[in-house]
């Protein structure tokens, strides 16, 4: 019986299951759409439904209503041998590496993201745990936690993105004016303010590493050492920066 | 039929074929279209080009005569014989029907009635495998253009009403979910 297979709750939903779920179009219309979400849960193709009748199929959705919800916002602080890294101790190129994922798709990148953030842990000669630094590719650990349940770790982006909002708000006086807001043309934009708003995207396009580059010193051998630096340590650095003009 | 200009204008359901009720559906969904050019568009698929009206007020009396509601509710036809073959339609929607149908309207489509038609009939010697072959359907699909469009009504009322009934109760457990 299909309807047995079918999860009951987010907490038997997988990662890699509810990133293919939101990934999921309707373009072709609501019941093509809730087929497809009745594949992906049930791991099957859409012919293999052909043979069922309607009243079946919304026997088969009723039993799946949870999924039109957000799954619960729980995350965990350890997952199996990863461990959460909190976020006041990001590093600036865990931080940089962090906004290119949510400014993208964060639920698309939902791997890549969990796999900045859960990290594995070691006890160092002084007894104490220690997070493995930030010297992989996220995109090579992709695969590693698509099994792990998504209440496990859906929780994380709302509180990351808090943790975003209050850093941003806390550094703006640091961050670049277009940072904060969007490229807007006015309704009809002369010539001048087109090369403004381009230059704009330029200078915001390449922020980062402007950035980096100054604090190496324009030292490109420095560039992993500068991004290892505590996020916070180097923005208090900034701040101190501009408000002694030094 | 009416006559216009001296010339006999199909304007009944019985009259025109799958292929001009299509056309005349596009027209009237066309928002970029007010009501007189939507009209005067509809005239021209049953055969009355624009620059044959030049009296506005002949126009306004041969668009009421055309528009009257003149449908009889009958009976599905259930059976119909096209180049020696039959083919069989029942209101009755599977779940790949529905699929496919959903695929049909919701893309921009100017036969979704044909192609709605294509897939509701089935042709009795060929097998389930055949029918949904997408040549066999693009194929069909041309063949009920030429037929009369009083043939798709009940077939386009009871999908549509399949469809929205289904949306319906998915509305509604979505409320009852929302309240639990």
Redesign the interface.
């Known amino acids: 019986m299909l309807k047995n297979k079918l999860p009951k709750a987010w907490n038997q939903i997988t990662i890699e299951t509810f990133i293919e779920l939101r990934g999921l179009s309707q ?6 759409y ?2 497809d979400v009745l594949c992906t849960l049930l791991d099957i193709y ?2 293999d ?6 009243e079946e ?2 026997e088969l ?2 039993e799946v ?2 999924i ?2 957000e799954p619960p916002k729980f995350y965990k602080t350890e997952l199996d041998n990863y461990k959460l890294k909190p976020f006041n101790k990001l590093t600036l190129g865990e931080f940089i590496s962090l906004e290119k994922y949510f400014s993208e798709n964060y639920i698309e990148r939902l791997s890549n993201i969990v796999a900045i953030l859960y990290r594995r842990v070691r006890i160092n000669e002084w007894g104490d745990v220690e997070l493995e630094p930030y010297n992989y590719n996220s995109n090579d650990r992709l695969e590693w936690f698509l099994d792990f349940k998504i209440t496990d770790v859906f929780g994380l982006l709302p509180e990351y993105i808090k943790f975003r909002e209050g850093f941003i708000e806390q550094y703006k006086n640091l961050m670049t004016e277009s940072y904060e807001n969007d490229f807007e043309l006015s309704e009809n934009p002369d010539a001048e303010e087109i090369k403004e708003i381009e230059e704009e995207k330029r200078q915001q396009k390449w922020a980062w590493e402007q950035l980096i580059w100054s604090l190496c010193n324009e030292d490109l051998t420095k560039f992993n050492a500068v991004c290892d630096l505590p996020l916070i340590l180097v923005f208090n650095f900034l701040g101190m920066k501009k408000e002694l003009n030094v | 039929m009416i006559e216009v200009l001296g010339r006999k204008i199909a304007n009944k359901m019985n009259e025109i074929t799958v292929e001009e009720f299509e056309k005349i559906s596009a027209i009237h969904n066309n928002k970029e279209l007010d009501n007189i050019e939507k009209q005067i568009k509809v005239f021209e698929v049953v055969g009355v080009e624009e620059d044959e009206w030049d009296d506005f007020n002949y126009f306004v009396e041969k668009t009421k005569e055309f528009n009257t509601d003149n449908y009889e509710v009958k009976d599905p036809v259930t059976e119909i014989e096209i180049d020696g073959y039959t083919y069989k339609g029942e209101l009755k929607l599977s779940v790949k029907d529905t699929k496919l149908i959903e695929k049909a309207i919701v893309k921009e489509n100017k036969h979704s009635v044909s192609d709605i038609l294509a897939i509701m009939f089935k042709r009795t010697d060929l097998s389930n495998v055949e029918h949904y072959d997408n040549a066999h359907l693009k194929h069909k699909s041309k063949l009920f253009r030429t037929q009369a469009a009083e043939i798709a009504i009940p077939y386009l009322n009871y999908v549509t009403q399949t469809i929205s009934n289904h949306a319906q109760k998915q509305a509604a457990e979505s409320v009852e979910s929302d309240n639990d």
């Open positions: 373009e072709d219309g609501v019941f093509n809730q087929i859409p012919e439904l052909d043979d069922i009748s309607l199929l919304e959705l009723l209503k949870f039109r919800d």
